[in-house]
């Protein structure tokens, strides 16, 4: 068994009388690609909120590294190593592509506000080291050639990957991406997988949510299934297929849906 | 050519107008940078301009102990020494106001925003117990006794309260700028040496004739103040655009929420932007007095609702935006009350105001730091 780098345990979540997550326990171990599913409502996104901070648990604890990442704000969980991607994008649309990737590798900068009015050779070096590892990453992510765009001017696909760049830049130990694919075409959605092994191949633990199976079971190590709060099934991509819970809960209704 | 008087002065006109347009710029970059950010009006921002006024009092007359008058003439210097007492001045003004700001963001709005600290908490505990026991006592040093000796127990359940972390409503905020705007002035004119009577700065600058513009003369001083406008904008321009805390800065502005998943410590942001548009009042001051040779209690009233005026012009939460409205604003009051007298002064410039909002109601050049919120 590998380190664990994300340990779940036992998280219910309320809010009011609802309950979004029921007794979840879930781990994440180093270097590993967890796929996280589960039809609409399930409680995915709480699951990502609560690991990244924005909700605290009800019952239950959630450690990062060992380390409770209970009363730390969100700047300090992101500064601990987790850093995440939004569902719908959510870039600074007025800077530029490589702007918007310098702010998240600000976040491990340290010169003082002295310092960067008076431009210390500190401040300059560091602003330096700042805009090559952005444009290392733009390059990485395939999207280089338009670094110095408006983020709002660029092509959709772009601006999924710019995220991902952009979560990348603040040298997260743990990578959450919210529904990567979502309104990729096949192919884009091909990319997308080799991008996200690739990432791994980095180092990089990644954590998946995704409506679309094809992504999840082809690059997942493990997919966890959520339904209702519930966590039903947690095991390799084709135990999970063929596991009837989640048949039941999650491809047997997508099926009637559509 | 009718002998109008906008005619006969006009070039004056333009040049004084541009010398108070630059100090309405420089004052409206501070409504502008809070407002990107915290999407706030500091109505108390105001006062860090008044603050900044006496500031440069102070450093002129006791710092470098300037009299007001020597052997009956001004105390005029030159050379170096100008330049150095000028950027003594400068500096100073530019710290009183650029620390009160970040202390009025302290006491009058972090706390508001669920996330009060306990420096907050004991300023605040401090002034509480000194304002309950001014109804009881009225002897001003027994009061700071008192408040000192109260000031842990208040600021103890004050740091409870805050823990809660709960965000007050928007109304609140503007209640409290206004309250803070009013105890601030309302503070210098109790406790000030002259309480609410005008104060003399030391003139230290002879105000000479530069050079001549079609026909008018030009004074040092108003060149010194245009000048000094522009660089400090140049300056904060660059600081905003080129710096890691600058794009914290634009970050915020555009998407709090994200900035802070990104890493970005947005409190402490926040307490760059105050201390950015003070540092910027505090400039405005310096040349203010330069200019005026005087200040008062409630000198920062107008000319706060003035520059508030210009920031929305320009188009607030917009750094170039704050330039171009100050300078229009100074230009059109200027003008405006050489045609229809001074007493219209400012019923001119609200009016420009209202009909540039009528067909652009994001100002001239329209929001920019934060342009991007929906």
């Not at chain 1, 490589?98 to 560091?126: C, F, H, W, Y």
């Not at chain 2, 650029?98 to 508001?112: H, K, Q």
């Not at chain 2, 079609?214 to 108003?222: A, C, E, K, P, W």
């Not at chain 2, 059109?332 to 007493?343: D, P």
Request: net charge positive; glycine share 10%; charged share 15%.
């Amino acid at each position: 068994m590998s380190e664990i780098l994300l340990d779940f345990n036992n998280v219910t979540m309320q809010f009011g009388g609802v309950t979004a997550l029921s007794e979840v326990t879930l781990q994440i171990s180093r270097g590993e690609i967890l796929g996280l599913i589960g039809p609409n409502g399930a409680g995915k996104t709480t699951c990502f909120n609560v690991m990244t901070g924005v909700y605290a648990p009800t019952i239950g604890s959630v450690t990062f590294n060992g380390q409770s990442l209970a009363g730390l704000k969100r700047f300090e969980i992101t500064k601990a190593g987790i850093a995440r991607t939004f569902q719908n994008i959510r870039l600074f649309s007025e800077m530029t592509a490589v702007e918007n990737v310098m702010v998240g590798a600000d976040a491990r900068k340290k010169s003082s506000v002295g310092g960067a009015i008076l431009r210390t050779p500190r401040q300059r070096r560091e602003e330096n080291e700042s805009r090559e590892r952005s444009m290392e990453l733009l390059k990485f992510m395939g999207i280089a050639d338009r670094a110095h765009n408006a983020a709002r001017n660029l092509p959709y696909g772009y601006q999924r990957r710019l995220e991902i760049a952009r979560a990348l830049a603040t040298e997260p130990q743990l990578l959450c991406l919210d529904e990567p694919a979502a309104g990729f075409n096949p192919a884009e959605k091909q990319e997308l997988n080799e991008l996200i092994l690739k990432i791994r191949a980095q180092g990089y633990t990644v954590l998946l949510i995704e409506h679309d199976m094809n992504v999840v079971m082809k690059v997942s190590d493990r997919v966890a299934v959520l339904d209702f709060g519930k966590k039903i099934a947690d095991g390799l991509p084709d135990q999970v297929r063929s596991n009837p819970d989640v048949i039941a809960a999650y491809l047997g209704v997508d099926d009637n849906a559509s | 050519m009718p002998d109008w008087l906008i005619i006969r002065t006009f070039w004056d006109l333009t040049v004084t107008g541009l010398a108070l347009g630059s100090i309405y710029a420089l004052v409206a970059l501070g409504y502008t940078l809070v407002y990107g950010v915290l999407r706030l009006i500091n109505f108390a921002h105001s006062e860090i301009f008044m603050v900044g006024t006496f500031g440069s009092l102070l450093a002129s007359s006791q710092f470098l102990n300037i009299p007001l008058l020597e052997d009956g003439n001004y105390p005029y210097r030159a050379g170096m020494t100008l330049i150095f007492f000028l950027v003594v001045i400068l500096i100073i003004a530019m710290v009183f106001s650029g620390i009160s700001a970040v202390l009025l963001e302290r006491v009058a709005y972090r706390p508001l925003r669920g996330n009060g600290d306990s420096i907050g908490a004991v300023a605040l505990a401090f002034l509480t117990a000194f304002i309950v026991s001014l109804i009881f006592i009225d002897d001003t040093q027994v009061n700071v006794i008192i408040s000192l000796v109260l000031t842990a127990p208040i600021a103890y359940s004050y740091l409870r309260i805050f823990k809660r972390g709960r965000k007050a409503p928007r109304l609140a905020f503007l209640i409290s700028a206004i309250g803070a705007s009013t105890a601030i002035a309302e503070a210098v004119g109790v406790w000030g040496t002259h309480g609410r009577d005008q104060y003399q700065t030391a003139r230290i600058l002879e105000k000479k004739t530069v050079f001549n513009l079609f026909g008018t003369d030009v004074r040092i001083d108003y060149v010194i103040v245009i000048v000094g406008a522009l660089l400090m904008m140049t300056a904060l321009t660059l600081f905003v655009n080129k710096t890691r805390l600058g794009r914290g800065v634009r970050a915020v502005a555009q998407d709090a929420e994200t900035s802070r998943i990104l890493g970005v410590n947005v409190d402490m942001i926040i307490i760059v932007t105050f201390a950015l548009g003070g540092v910027m009042a505090g400039g405005a001051a310096m040349l203010f007095t330069l200019v005026y040779d005087q200040t008062r209690f409630n000198i920062g009233f107008i000319l706060g609702v003035k520059s508030f005026t210009a920031a929305v012009l320009g188009g607030i939460g917009n750094l170039k935006g704050a330039l171009l409205g100050g300078l229009v604003l100074g230009l059109v009051e200027n003008y405006g009350s050489a045609i229809f007298g001074g007493q219209w002064k400012d019923v001119i410039a609200f009016t420009v105001l209202l009909v540039v909002l009528m067909f652009r109601p994001t100002g001239l050049l329209g929001e920019s730091l934060g342009k991007a919120r929906v």
